[in-house]
């Protein structure tokens, strides 16, 4: 078991593009493993690998947040979004990489995706509500795009200058997550 510092923006990694993922791996599980571990340790809903420096298509994701924490875990590799509704829902984000700082965004309501499990095996999800913003934000990630791009100027230099207040004492801007005890 071992748990990941978090990246804290403005960490050049979170604006990098990830690369899809071609071996399937005991080490790609364990990393995996890691991030759900990494996660649940810094009270999270979702995680993807440029969180953790890696610049890689893997996301995590609690799907159960809303009801109940750790019922429904998703674990998405090369996920790509192959539908969007037109439709949008406006929903209060937050994000690791922002701690503390949370703000309404619009997403489509309704999504399909495509991705692979830790062994390869393609499966197809379709989302709404909750779940479709969760993955969308996540998904993001893998392109280098934050909650904070979805905002309007006003409210993105609040949140930056909010962010250089909470970075001050971390100089590599990295958020160290420590196991906490239930
Ligand atoms: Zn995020």
Redesign the pocket.
Request: proline share 0%.
């Given at each position: 078991m071992a748990y990941w510092d978090i990246l804290l923006y403005p960490h050049p990694l979170l604006r990098e593009k990830s690369t899809d993922i071609e071996e399937f791996t005991p080490e790609l599980g364990q990393l995996i493993d890691d991030m759900f571990d990494t996660m649940f340790a810094a009270q999270g809903l979702?995680l993807?690998a440029p969180?953790i420096g890696k610049n890689i298509k893997l996301v995590v994701l609690d799907a159960g947040a809303e009801m109940k924490r750790g019922s429904e875990l998703m674990e998405l590799i090369n996920p790509r979004i192959v539908y969007k509704s037109p439709e949008t829902v406006i929903l209060e984000e937050g994000?690791?990489?922002?701690p503390g700082i949370y703000a309404n965004v619009e997403r489509s309501a309704e999504i399909k995706v495509e991705a692979m499990d830790r062994h390869g095996k393609p499966f197809t999800i379709e989302a709404d509500s909750f779940l479709a913003v969760a993955l969308q934000?996540?998904i993001d990630?893998l392109s280098g795009i934050?909650?904070i791009d979805h905002l309007g100027r006003v409210k993105q230099s609040m949140i930056k200058r909010k962010m250089k207040k909470i970075t001050r004492g971390h100089k590599l801007l990295k958020r160290e997550v420590r196991r906490r005890r239930a």
């Open positions: 979702g993807a969180q994000c690791l990489s922002f934000h996540e990630h934050l909650f």
